[in-house]
């Protein structure tokens, strides 16, 4: 290896002194436009801007988003070039080192709120392109302070133990038997998409279940569902369904709520044509557990969530759930619906939900809310009737999920 890397360095200064000298001061231009722009890209396939940037502020990647975790709240920090509050005075060894070990300047570790742990599988030119570009962002004075952790989580250096117990920092390793597109597709998914962050259920400490990677889980008041396919929840998705959703946000079966709304309007709708074929490709490829099969529903419950369903809903998602294309999601054999967790169902009945607008399908349809309407029990039964009726097998939702529910989404409007 290390070989290798001397051969190619020798490489590299044979460029620099011979080629290198008659080039011309366009062609280095050329060359760092070319580099920006890769940076540029790379950012929004990454979605820095969605934790580094407050939204509603004018200010991209000043930070001070609070960036919600299951231990408290860590600000985002201030990334842009400016000298004293941001990262302009940074090397790009202490950015290279910070992105993709989790290690910061002065040796302390990050939290992974900041998705290091999935961008260690970029390679060290990819994280310098983006650096590249963040250099050409304003610089913006904004003293931000991240720690906002309750003790014990507020001791950084417990991160040594947790990077040891949970961080392979490894780059991506294609796998020979699987083309080109599958390889690029896993790289997306595996390291700058970083979809595990919000896919893949986690340890008791944070960490990923690696071995039910992308099997789903729970996550700032929002269900992030099972996308694996093969046996697992999206097997009737065909891969063009996954690229009308990650490009527009809905296609023929669903529409994105929550996190998945701002992760598609700043992310994956950017995506070119090629990236998210890959992606789905690979996606269409990553087998889960099949199908989870439940005890069956409480009948009166069923029966009571049939009358609300007629009377509230049917008139949008139709009485066999099927809703209307690109407009009203289908609730039909749907993998939000299915499983045991009900979060997602039960905070948008309680809240309502927009969809995502994008350049590639502007109208954004939207729900109502239902939680000045409807009682904590007609919120369980409606919710254990849609789990349990066209085509889906959900656990029962509790009465008590309900109030859970009501509860957290107050408790976040409070803080809000
Ligand atoms: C899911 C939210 C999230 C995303 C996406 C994200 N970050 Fe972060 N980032 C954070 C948080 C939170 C911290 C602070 C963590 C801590 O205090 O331990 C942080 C810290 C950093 C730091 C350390 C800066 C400092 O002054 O402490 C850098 C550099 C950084 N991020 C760059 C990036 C880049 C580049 C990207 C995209 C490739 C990115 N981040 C994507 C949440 C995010
Ligand atoms: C910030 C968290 C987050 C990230 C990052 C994220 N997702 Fe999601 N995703 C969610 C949530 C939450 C939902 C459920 C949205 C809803 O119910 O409308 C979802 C839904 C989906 C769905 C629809 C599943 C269904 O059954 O309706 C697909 C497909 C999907 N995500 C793919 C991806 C891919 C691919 C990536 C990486 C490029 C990704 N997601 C990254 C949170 C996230
Ligand atoms: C005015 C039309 C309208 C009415 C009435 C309505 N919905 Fe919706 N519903 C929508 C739209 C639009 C969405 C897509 C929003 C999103 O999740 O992005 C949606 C989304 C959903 C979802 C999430 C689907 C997914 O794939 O993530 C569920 C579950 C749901 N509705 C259930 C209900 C229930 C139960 C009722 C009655 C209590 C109801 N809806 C009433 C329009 C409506």
């Known amino acids: ?78 990334i842009t070039p400016d000298q004293q509050t941001g990262i302009g ?59 906002a952790l309750p003790f014990p989580y507020n001791i950084r250096t417990a991160m040594r133990l947790w990077d040891w117990l949970y961080f392979n920092p490894a780059e991506f390793k294609p796998d020979t038997s699987k083309s080109a597109e599958w390889n690029h597709g896993a790289w997306l998914v595996q390291g700058p998409g970083h979809c595990g962050a919000c896919h893949t259920p986690k340890t008791v400490l944070g960490g990923d279940k690696s071995a039910q990677a992308l099997q789903g889980y729970s996550i700032q008041g929002w269900f992030a569902p099972d996308i694996t396919s093969g046996k697992g929840a999206l097997a009737n998705w065909t891969a063009s369904d996954l690229v009308d959703y990650l490009r527009t946000g809905h296609n023929r079966f669903a529409a994105a709520a929550g996190p998945m709304a701002e992760e598609v309007a700043m992310s994956s709708s950017k995506m070119s044509d090629a990236d998210l074929k890959a992606i789905s490709m690979y996606l269409k490829d990553v087998s889960g557990p099949g199908k989870t099969t439940s005890n069956a529903p409480d009948q009166d419950m069923m029966t009571a969530g049939a009358a609300i369903y007629a009377d509230l809903c049917s008139s949008c998602h139709k009485s066999d759930g099927k809703g209307v294309p690109r407009l009203i999601p289908d609730l039909s054999d749907n993998p939000s619906l299915k499983g045991n967790d009900p979060t997602t169902v039960l905070r948008v009945i309680l809240q309502g939900a927009q969809t995502v607008a994008t350049d590639a399908e502007p109208t954004s349809p939207a729900m109502p809310s239902f939680s000045w309407q409807l009682s904590d029990e007609q919120v369980a039964a409606v919710a254990t009737y849609v789990r349990n009726s066209f085509g889906n097998s959900g656990t029962s939702v509790r009465v008590e999920n309900a109030q859970d529910a009501r509860y957290d989404l107050q408790s976040r409007a409070d803080t809000n």
């Open 1 to 78: 290896m290390r070989s290798v890397q001397v051969v190619a360095g020798v490489a590299v200064v044979a460029v620099l002194f011979g080629v290198g000298v008659i080039a011309t001061a366009r062609g280095e231009n050329g060359q760092h436009f070319a580099q920006v722009d890769r940076g540029r890209y790379l950012a929004d396939v990454a979605d820095c801007a969605a934790c580094h940037t407050t939204p509603g502020v004018q200010q991209p990647y000043a930070g001070g988003r609070p960036i919600e975790t299951p231990f408290g709240d860590l600000v985002a920090p201030n």
């Open 89 to 147: 005075a940074w090397t790009d060894d202490e950015f290279d080192a910070a992105v993709r070990r989790g290690v910061m300047p002065d040796g302390s570790r990050l939290y992974p709120a900041m998705p290091y742990v999935y961008y260690s599988k970029m390679s060290r030119d990819d994280v310098l392109a983006i650096r590249s570009y963040l250099r050409t962002i304003e610089p913006v004075h904004n003293p931000v302070t991240s720690n």
